[in-house]
């Protein structure tokens, strides 16, 4: 892909920190967030070569204001509320982030940039195979599933009104060092290098497709480089690894890589009622179109989390 303006919303969290990285070398990247988990991660050696500006994606002027002076080619799509209890709890911020700041960001893009917006799998209904965009139904069970999937009607139909190249990732569960959020890995390893040998955790029964953070953010940068896709259409793709993991067999896994032999508590509080039994993604088609299929397994990710946890303070503050 020749040099191009690229902005990342979101780019301070977690898949936008390792794809900046990725593309900085060769493009001029502007980071937008809102820094809702803290300073700006970047060293000072990588901030020289990136533009980072914080705004909020909901505030019209501010987002406007950026479209017009740094004019990106393309826009990747990565600001969200993504933790699903928050979600819940808080579903007038999750409305206004997921749905209106897309908006926002949609209405401002330039005519025939690209727009490569972060979905989720959590979109789809339930399944016991692999997920396929042409075919799987779409009904979310949570806060976070629909404002993603109204973020995704929204692209439909703004990139036939703007002439946008729209690009709709739908990401599975994200895993390796770096984590914003308290997900099932995060939690497990904030709680255990806190030197807890009773870790509490929620459902133990579901299965879910892991894709490592580094996977992840290659995956955008192929989707954001490759073409296939005509100025007012709107292409979905899944992002995964099409393999699931178990609760059960996540845990084990960080015992033997950690070498801990700690206990399992469910804390009901944990528990989600809109949790699936099974979540994966079919990637035929990112594969097809972009070329694009993942380089590391589970147990990389786990290897890789444990030795260099990078985990946000407020994930680790709680257990200090």
């Not at 700041?101 to 917006?117: C, E, I, K, Q, W």
């Not at 490592?212 to 100025?231: E, Q, T």
């Amino acid at each position: 892909m020749a040099s191009k303006r690229i902005l990342i919303t979101g780019g301070n969290g977690y898949v936008g920190c390792y794809l900046a990285r990725l593309l900085a070398p060769d493009h001029t990247v502007c980071i937008a967030d809102a820094l809702r988990y803290g300073d700006w991660r970047f060293e000072a050696e990588e901030r020289r070569r990136l533009r980072l500006e914080r705004i909020d994606i909901t505030d019209v002027e501010q987002v406007g204001g950026l479209m017009r002076s740094f004019v990106p080619e393309i826009v990747i799509h990565l600001a969200a509320i993504h933790f699903v209890p928050e979600c819940e709890i808080n579903p007038a911020l999750a409305v206004s982030t997921n749905v209106s700041g897309t908006v926002n960001l949609l209405a401002h893009s330039p005519s025939d940039s690209r727009f490569v917006y972060a979905s989720s799998g959590a979109v789809y209904g339930p399944e016991d195979r692999p997920h396929r965009e042409e075919d799987s139904p779409v009904r979310p069970h949570d806060v976070y599933g629909r404002t993603k999937l109204c973020g995704e009607e929204f692209v439909t139909d703004l990139a036939a009104k703007y002439r946008l190249q729209g690009v709709i990732v739908r990401l599975f569960n994200v895993v390796g060092p770096g984590e914003t959020n308290p997900h099932l890995l995060p939690e497990l390893v904030a709680q255990l290098k806190a030197g807890r040998d009773v870790v509490e955790l929620g459902n133990l029964t579901t299965r879910r497709d892991y894709i490592d953070v580094r996977d992840a953010a290659a995956g955008f940068a192929a989707i954001a480089g490759g073409g296939g896709v005509a100025p007012g259409e709107a292409l979905v793709v899944n992002l995964g690894t099409s393999q699931t993991t178990s609760v059960g067999e996540v845990i084990e896994k960080i015992r033997a890589v950690s070498g801990i032999d700690f206990t399992v508590r469910q804390d009901p509080a944990r528990l989600r009622h809109v949790d699936r039994p099974f979540l994966a993604a079919d990637i035929s088609r990112i594969s097809q179109c972009f070329g694009w299929r993942p380089q590391r397994s589970i147990d990389d990710s786990i290897r890789d989390l444990w030795a260099n946890p990078g985990l946000a303070s407020n994930l680790t503050a709680r257990y200090q």
